[in-house]
């Protein structure tokens, strides 16, 4: 499950480029982590398939670099066209997992999450798909090392032979005091939000207790339109799915009503898992100095203690602090007492309501051609730093309000314009006046970047007219 916002993460994570899709805690990101964590399967007695994913129509592109990044293909990409949360992506997944008349053990995970011990993590896996394979709906639930109030419980009754647990309750976020009890009583753990079940099962669980997003989810599957390996479900009809999680859904249902027959059990795991939920618990998983100080990038900590610093483009230096976050990328800084972290999100909301892009943008904008990082802007103008992909080209398009500049850094353009195609090389360039109908591509296996110089009486990115586009997109 991979379409989550990750507002808790800003500056880092924006909208649409969220934190599963970026590396918090090691060479891999999140998503990738995920993926990678599922191959340990590989090396035992089940078959596993290829990852079935369900994300956002945006991020499509992302998902496929990322994914082609450790050498894997998916077997399906499911594009919600809205967010409507847990249940209906888990739903979507069920639903294409069962289109070939074959009924699947599902391993369920966010694409958002971290473990450090992988080996623990398949042991555990391996516990909850054989207890699976016999109908229940399995949970992984993880042992709390800490009072913590930012998680549901799951409360827990004896393990059976196989190793799993019964689950007598599911148990809302706790204060302080109840986490306290929690940790001291035993037998309750951490909601992880993994969960293991046939395919089938699940379809018929979601039916029982929600039979309004069942019908729906399925309604927008069968209208879905395929392209390749993305699979868009209608949107009218995705739109009109009620928005759920899976736990209020079917999971805290089960044990309410046992006489339904869907049985919930927990396999415990204990492998040094994180949610990663802001950016206090980033500070956790990171390595730390004699003063508890952890930091990324070009920073200088000096007399501070229990600090995080996360440097992304320049050299960020901090004297005297005491339990304070610092994240700093090229278009925002983030100064927050540590243990209101979670609080971060009232700042996104706050950017999305005076409408500014820092909420969902980042300075440097992904494509699927490649990317352009907006270097320099004001009254009539703007410069672009632009990085094509090798055989990569983007749209034939013209706009009506700017003309542009294009000087080719490294790489070799291929640049169109009007009835005109031209070669361009390091340290040549050329003039899109405007109106023109133009395309710049890269024929090369390098790079290529330019530098695009824009000027004119409007700069905004709605000003394209696309006439033909490798990627789907329109106007």
């Given at each position: ?7 808790r ?25 995920a ?14 398939a290829?990852p ?20 894997a293909?998916?077997?399906s ?9 847990t ?13 070939g ?5 599902l ?13 623990a ?6 516990t ?5 394979a ?20 799951i ?13 007598q ?40 207790f ?7 989810t ?9 392209d ?48 990663l ?45 005491d339990?304070?976050v ?7 800084v983030?100064?927050?007492?540590r ?15 005076k ?25 009539r ?34 640049v ?32 290529l ?5 824009q ?12 006439f ?8």
């Open positions: 499950m991979a379409g989550g916002s990750g507002t993460l800003w500056p880092l994570s924006r909208a649409l480029y969220p934190k599963q899709f970026l590396a918090l805690n090691g060479p891999q990101t999140l998503f990738q982590q993926h990678l964590r599922l191959k340990g399967l590989d090396a035992t007695d089940i078959a596993v290829a079935c994913i369900v994300g956002n129509e945006e991020h499509r592109f992302l998902v496929l670099d990322q994914l082609r990044e450790v050498k293909d998916p077997s990409l499911l594009l919600e066209p809205v967010g409507r949360n249940a209906p992506a888990v739903a979507l997944a069920a639903l294409q997992a069962t289109a008349g074959q009924d699947p053990i391993v369920v995970t966010p694409a958002d999450q971290t473990v450090v011990d992988v080996d993590y398949t042991a555990a896996l391996q909850a798909i054989r207890a699976a016999g109908g229940d709906i399995v949970i992984l639930g993880i042992t709390p090392d800490r009072p913590e109030t930012g998680f549901g419980y409360h827990a009754g004896d393990a059976a032979a196989d190793g799993a647990h019964t689950v309750a599911f148990v809302e976020k706790p204060d302080r005091k109840t986490a306290e009890d929690y940790l001291a009583k035993g037998g309750y753990y951490w909601n992880s939000g993994m969960f293991v079940m046939r395919a089938s099962r699940w379809l018929a669980a979601l039916s029982h929600r039979p309004d997003i069942a019908q729906a399925e309604a927008a599957f069968k209208a879905s339109a395929t390749n390996v993305f699979v868009r479900p209608d949107k009218a009809a995705f739109s009109a799915v009620p928005s759920e999680s899976v736990d209020y859904a079917v999971m805290e249902q089960c044990p309410r009503q046992p006489q339904a027959g869907f049985k919930v059990r927990m396999v415990p795991l204990d492998a040094g898992w994180s949610d939920g802001a950016w206090d618990a980033v500070w956790q998983v990171s390595p730390q100095d004699g003063a508890g100080n952890a930091s990324e990038g070009d920073a200088l900590i000096h007399d501070s203690r229990n600090t995080l610093v996360h440097a992304t483009s320049r050299l960020v230096a901090t004297v005297g602090l339990n304070v610092v994240v700093e990328t090229p278009d925002a983030l100064v927050a007492d243990s209101r972290s979670q609080e971060v999100k009232s700042i996104v909301t706050a950017l999305s309501q409408d500014r892009p820092e909420g969902s943008l980042h300075r440097r904008v992904h494509r699927p051609w490649g990317w352009y990082d907006s270097i320099d802007h004001g009254p103008f703007q410069v672009k730093r632009i990085m094509v992909k090798p055989k990569a080209k983007l749209s034939l398009q013209m706009h009506h309000h700017r003309a542009e500049h294009w000087i080719v850094v490294s790489g070799t353009a291929e169109t314009c009007g009835d005109k195609v031209i070669m361009l090389g390091e340290n040549q360039s050329t003039y899109i006046p405007l109106g023109s109908t133009h395309r710049l591509a890269n024929p090369g296996t390098i790079p970047e330019i530098i695009e110089v000027s004119g009486s409007y700069l905004g990115e709605d000003d394209i007219v696309r033909e586009d490798n990627y789907g997109r329109s106007s």
